[in-house]
């Protein structure tokens, strides 16, 4: 199945904070010097911040991390805590005096599920998650089980109206390198070797998850009243993009949202995708058709992470109980 830690220079940390009251967290995706991002946001109900930096006109073109948390529109300040980590390696957008990390953010709504409705996320909390991420390199003689499940912020994430217990998952796609087919009349497009597409989902979802064969759930009228939900993914790649690239690559993307959970996108979901570019593997040799073929491949990809991500992150929820209630996991089949 894969991560988002199979893009080489991606980093993921978690920190999360439970008991008390608490039932929170923040997950922080921490990116290389340069890489370039994009966002598409769809739910109707979204709580972003930065994500108007990742516009494709705006003067910084690159992107340092994404700050993903529980809160609601209060867990927005962990975005702040991310940024003055990154700060701290000396990463960012140089400015006189200094320089200013470019962190964009989105939010999951938890609010009062661990039993104390102040309880959430704050500047602090996000530093702590992005002092923990690790990359691939440091996962060498582990795996990456402690980054997937109720972490993070998927902490106090749930789905189904409230039914089940959400999470966080992850999923990567890789592309054949070598020849593939070009257009009707075209000769073969010779593709680099190594594209990889990887996805994290933070499953906090109004609808239920769809699996293979299973048939489709549906949320009955005698589950929890609709409230604010949820899901949110980062999907990267080593393959050079720009930040218009990006964003189309965040907007294919939502269609593996919409594949694994029903029904998506409503008013009451606040569904955002973030598109990172490390540039590692560079498209520029395989002319204008090939690289059109090569985004058609990793958009599809990306979909494809983004939908096993979520399932990913359905599966690997484990029970809560709080003060407000118990949350089981969704019967996977």
């Known amino acids: 199945m894969g991560s ?15 008991g008390g009251g608490w039932l929170t967290g923040v997950t922080a995706v921490l990116a290389p010097p340069g890489t370039a991002g994009g966002v598409d946001v769809r739910g109707g109900g979204p709580g972003t911040i930065e994500t108007d930096a990742l516009d494709p ?18 867990g927005l300040a962990a975005a702040t805590g991310v940024q003055l980590y990154l700060e701290s390696l ?16 989105a939010v999951v709504f938890d609010l009062g599920r661990g039993g104390d409705f102040a309880a959430r996320p704050d500047t602090a909390m996000g530093f702590a998650a992005a002092a923990a991420a690790v990359g691939l390199g440091d996962l060498v003689d582990t795996d990456d089980a402690g980054l997937r499940g109720s972490v993070g912020a998927g902490t106090g994430a749930v789905l189904g109206r409230g039914m089940y217990k959400g999470g966080v998952g992850m999923a990567s796609q890789a592309l054949p390198g070598g020849p593939v087919p070009g257009p009707p009349g075209a000769p073969e497009i010779e ?19 769809v699996f293979p064969g299973q048939p489709v759930a549906v ?13 949110l993914a980062v999907v990267g790649t080593n393959a050079a993009l720009t930040p218009a690239e990006c964003r189309r690559l965040a907007t294919a993307s939502h269609a593996g949202l919409a594949r694994a959970l029903d029904p998506s996108h409503t008013s009451v979901d606040g569904d955002t995708v973030f598109a990172l570019s490390t ?55």
Not at 90 to 105: A, H, M, T
Not at 191 to 209: M, R, Y
Not at 219 to 231: C, I, R
């Open 4 to 18: 988002l830690l199979d893009v080489t220079g991606l980093r993921v940390g978690h920190a999360q904070r439970t």
């Open 57 to 74: 006109s705006t003067l910084v073109q690159t992107v340092d991390g994404v700050a993903l948390s529980g809160g609601s529109a209060y």
């Open 90 to 105: 000396g990463q960012g957008f140089g400015v006189l005096g200094g320089v200013v990390p470019i962190v964009p953010g």
């Open 191 to 209: 593709l680099p070797d190594g594209i990889v597409v990887g996805a994290l989902a933070v499953v906090n979802a109004a609808g239920l998850p």
């Open 219 to 231: 949320v009955g009228t005698g589950a929890a009243p609709v409230g604010p939900n949820t899901t």
């Open 279 to 333: 540039g590692a593997v560079p498209l520029a040799p395989v002319g204008e058709v090939g690289r059109t073929v090569a985004h058609v491949m990793m958009q599809a990809a990306a979909a494809e992470a983004v939908r096993l991500a979520i399932l990913d992150g359905v599966a690997r929820a484990t029970p809560v109980e709080t003060p407000a209630g118990r949350w089981d996991p969704y019967p996977v089949p």
